[in-house]
């Protein structure tokens, strides 16, 4: 039998330069984070002083809350999905 070496081929040196670099984890900066907390709050202000029941305010923060939980899950698939295709 042949010896084994563990020289690199020229098709190993053209696939690792061909490789790109990971991708970082998908992540919200503090600069986002505090803009979605002001918009928030200006938008709960703003129904209470139009004198929105606590009741309907409690509505608007579910469907808000279910609406972020959707597109948070939305771009975790996309992402996951164009990880697959590359």
Sequence with gaps: ?????????????ANDHDRQPPRPPLQFSLKSLLAMA???AVLFGTL???G???FAIGIVLAVLVVSALAA???VV???????RDE
Excluded: K, N
């Design 1 to 13: 039998m042949g010896r084994v070496t563990a020289q690199r081929t020229m098709d190993d040196a």
């Design 38 to 40: 002001v918009v928030t």
């Design 48 to 50: 209470q002083w139009c």
């Design 52 to 54: 929105l029941s606590p």
């Design 72 to 74: 948070v899950g939305l």
């Design 77 to 83: 698939a996309i992402a996951s999905a164009s990880d």
